[in-house]
């Protein structure tokens, strides 16, 4: 009589393959996430309140990259409209494209009045430090790769 054998493969369970793809689809939106907030540049948010608007035309805002250093004006032509008036004030934005990741800036405002009038505030100055990765980029990055790890890790040993 011959002997037979034969040849058994264990196939991997469902669930386990399922971890190992849910595992590498953790890291790849890690790196994803990564990559997209590195390679948006940054910007700046310049927001002020008035608390009233007697005769104001409008705003400009000027950048240094040291407190006391040389003030650029960085709106150019463009009058930041007042929105305010004699007995109430308003609030404003404007944002700075020109910047840098890991700088710091510097901003001070110059009122423009109907008369021509120009008053800026050098004692009110704004002051921004923007970082090369924020927080909330390294904190999704981090759990993203331990998720991810994770996934992966228990899907191969429930593999196995």
Not at 89 to 105: I, K, L, P
């Amino acid at each position: 009589m011959i002997a037979r054998q034969e040849s058994v493969t264990q196939e991997q369970p469902n669930s386990s393959k399922w971890l190992i793809v849910m595992g590498a689809l953790w890291l790849i939106l890690a790196g994803a996430f990564l990559i997209y907030q590195l390679s948006v540049p940054p910007t700046v948010m310049i927001e002020w309140t008035t608390a009233t608007e007697i005769n104001t035309a409008g705003f400009y805002i000027y950048r240094s990259e040291t407190p006391d250093g040389e003030f650029e004006l960085i709106n150019g032509d463009n009058l930041i409209q007042s929105q305010g008036s004699a007995t109430s004030g308003a609030t404003y934005q404007y944002e700075d494209q020109n910047v840098q990741a890991g700088r710091s800036y510097y901003y001070v405002l110059e009122e423009i009045e109907f008369d021509a009038t120009r008053n800026r505030y050098d004692d009110d100055l704004f002051s921004y430090d923007i970082p090369r990765i924020k927080l909330v980029t390294i904190i999704f990055t981090l759990v993203s790769v331990v998720i991810g790890t994770a996934l992966l890790v228990t899907g191969i040993k429930e593999g196995r």
